[in-house]
Each structure stands twice: as structure tokens, then as C-alpha cells.
């Protein structure tokens, strides 16, 4: 869709930026308001539950439900009432056209996007660990995805880092392929939840390293072992392994939106509980939002709260708002 040239200089009522659950959620609710809106996303719509092979906690699905399902199915629903949803790598920086008027400019890289309101739901990304081997070997036996690249690893034996619920999740996933998961764990217990616990300590197939860090990751054309450290000897073991998955948490994705919105100190976007950020007019949903659960039905919550402030802003500057 080439938004640009459609319209050139047109205001919009609102872009949303990214996506994922949230973004999708605020695009079916300002669709179905009949906001002229826009949905601007790097790659095609899903965000990062596309990648989870299987979301158990969103309501409404017993036996769960695929994620790039569930997403998709968000992203038919927004469509289905007319949202347009632009792919291009979208975000260079956000302004506003006067200083505190009324008109926020997108600069992306194929041009400027003019709106009376922007809703920021740009999710966040995994972060790395930042130990020899990562970089060279990324692609070669290192990942940040099991569902894009598990199947790769039939019969093998991996390594997951990280002992949070994506760790967990994505470990018992790898299950299914590896002959055996060792879990790597800086600590002495698991962060994720209790029904992931369980079922990662009673699977034949996992293994656990306990109060263990990754030194470096090894090989030569590709993976074949982690230099591990105890955490409180310092001891160092190898072990060998023919891949390494990492889950040792996130980053937002909030680079371009530094000095336009106040960000905390790790860089997720700092809001109200209207969900409003330190520019008027642009809102944050999502994971991207200082304080939020990363959790997809929360996600979604944020949608529905972003689009309803953001519709309300847009029909109050036009005098049209139903108070
Ligand atoms: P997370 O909860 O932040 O867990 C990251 C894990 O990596 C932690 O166990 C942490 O150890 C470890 N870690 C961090 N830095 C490390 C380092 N330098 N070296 C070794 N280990 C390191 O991240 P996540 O698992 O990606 O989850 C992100 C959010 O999404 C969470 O809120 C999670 O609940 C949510 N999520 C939910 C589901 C679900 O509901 N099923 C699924 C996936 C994700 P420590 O424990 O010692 O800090």
C-alpha cells in the first residue's frame, strides 16, 4: 500500500506504530470508530507472540491456540472493518509539526506521516548476552527463536539460557526435536511460572544447569559448546552442545523515540493511566509501556485503552467528542 502517494500532506486521525496485540487491538477499535486511521509495521503484522508456537493464557482458547494464529486472526478482524495497515520500516523519529500544536509527525523512511493523534505500541525485542562466540556464531547454532529454528535441531543436543517463562516455554518446545534441553540458569530455581516448572522438571529429556553462566559459546563452522562458570566458585566446565537458545530478557524498541517521549531508565515509554505519554496526543500500548505485564490478554487491554483516549483526543480537538 503506498500511503505516501495516496494522500501526500494528509493529517490522519491517528497511526498506530507496530503490530503485535496491542497495536492490532487499537486498530479495531479505532476502525470500528471510524477514525481515519493507520497501521504502520516493520514486517508483516504479529509481533512477538507470532513467534510463540503456542499461547495458553489467553482467554477464550481451552486448548490454546497458536501464536501467529491468534495474531493473525486479530489482524483479519482489524482489516474485516477496514483498518489499513501499511509494511515499511516504519519509525525514524516522532515530532510535533509546532512546538505543542496540535499535528504529530512520523518520519519514516519512505516519508513524513502527519496525524492528530499516534498510539506507540512498538513492543520489544530479545536481548543478547554479550559473550564471545554470540555474534560469530548467531545463525550457526545460536538463536533467539525456537519455533523459526527448532526443527533444525532433530536429535541434537541444545542449551536454552534464561530461566524465565520464555526460556521455560521454549525449552519444553525444543523437546519435541532435541534429544536432550539443557536449561542454563544463573540461579537455583526457575523465574517462570509454576505449570511451566512442573512440566520442565518432570520431562525425560531436560536437563539443568543450576547457578551456571555462559562464559562463551564455542565451535568452529558451528556451535559445539558452552564454556560454562559456577556462579559462586567461579569453576568453568564445557559443555558440549550442537545449539544455544537465548531468553535472557528483552529490550524496547524505543530507540527512535528517544527525546520525543520521556522513557525510564531501561527505555520503555513512561505513561499515565490513560496510557498518555509526555507528548499530548500520543499514547503508548503494550509491552513498549513502563509497567506493563507482557502478557498478550494485557497487551490487548492497552489496545482497547489507547484507541478509546486516542479516538476521545482526535473528537475533542474536532469539537465532536460525545462527553
Ligand atoms: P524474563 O522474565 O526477564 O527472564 C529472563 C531470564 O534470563 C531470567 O531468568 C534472568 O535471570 C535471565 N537472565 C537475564 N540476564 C541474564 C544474563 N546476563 N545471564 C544469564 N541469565 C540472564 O524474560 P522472558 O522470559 O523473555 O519473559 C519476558 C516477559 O514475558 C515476562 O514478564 C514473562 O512472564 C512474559 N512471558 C510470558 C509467557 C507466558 O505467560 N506463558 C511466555 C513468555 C513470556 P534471573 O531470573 O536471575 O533474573
Not at 127 to 148: D, I, M, N, W
Request: aromatic share 6%.
Amino acid at each position: 500500500m503506498d500511503v505516501m502517494k495516496e494522500n501526500p500532506g494528509e493529517v490522519l486521525d491517528v497511526v498506530v506504530v507496530g503490530g503485535g496485540p496491542a497495536g492490532l487491538t487499537a486498530g479495531i477499535y479505532l476502525a470500528r470508530a471510524r477514525m481515519n486511521a493507520l497501521l504502520i509495521e516493520k514486517q508483516s503484522p504479529g509481533g512477538a507472540p507470532a513467534l510463540t508456537e503456542r499461547i495458553e493464557n489467553y482467554p477464550g482458547f481451552p486448548e490454546g491456540i497458536s501464536g501467529y494464529e491468534l495474531v493473525d486472526r486479530m489482524r483479519r478482524q482489524a482489516e474485516g472493518f477496514g483498518l489499513r495497515i501499511a509494511s515499511f520500516n516504519p519509525l525514524r523519529g516522532l515530532r510535533e509539526e509546532d512546538e505543542g500544536g496540535e499535528v504529530k509527525v512520523l518520519d519514516t523512511e519512505e516519508g513524513e506521516l502527519r496525524a492528530y493523534a499516534a498510539i506507540l505500541a512498538t513492543g520489544m525485542r530479545p536481548a543478547k548476552l554479550g559473550v564471545p562466540g554470540e555474534e560469530e556464531f548467531h545463525g550457526r547454532g545460536v538463536s533467539y527463536c525456537a519455533t523459526c529454528d527448532g526443527a533444525f535441531f532433530k536429535d541434537s543436543v541444545v542449551a536454552v539460557v534464561g530461566g524465565g517463562n520464555s526460556a521455560v516455554e521454549e525449552a519444553l518446545f525444543l523437546t519435541r526435536f532435541a534429544r536432550r534441553v539443557v536449561i542454563v540458569h544463573r540461579r537455583d530455581r526457575l523465574r517462570a511460572g509454576k505449570i511451566l516448572q512442573e512440566r520442565a522438571l518432570s520431562n525425560p529429556k531436560m536437563d539443568f544447569k543450576w547457578k551456571k553462566v555462559v562464559k562463551e559459546i564455542r565451535g568452529d563452522q558451528k556451535v559445539t559448546g558452552l564454556l560454562l562458570a559456577d556462579v559462586e566458585s567461579g569453576e568453568e566446565e564445557e559443555l558440549p552442545v550442537d545449539g544455544v537458545f537465548l531468553y535472557v530478557g528483552n529490550l524496547p524498541n524505543t530507540e527512535e523515540l528517544r527525546g520525543a517521549v520521556d522513557l525510564d531508565e531501561r527505555g520503555f515509554i513512561l505513561t499515565d493511566a490513560d496510557l498518555r505519554t509526555s507528548m499530548k496526543g500520543v499514547f503508548a500500548a503494550g509491552d513498549v509501556r513502563a509497567g506493563a505485564v507482557w502478557q498478550v490478554a494485557a497487551a490487548v487491554g492497552d489496545g482497547v485503552r489507547a484507541a478509546l483516549n486516542a479516538q476521545f483526543h482526535v473528537e475533542n480537538l474536532r469539537g465532536t467528542a460525545y462527553i
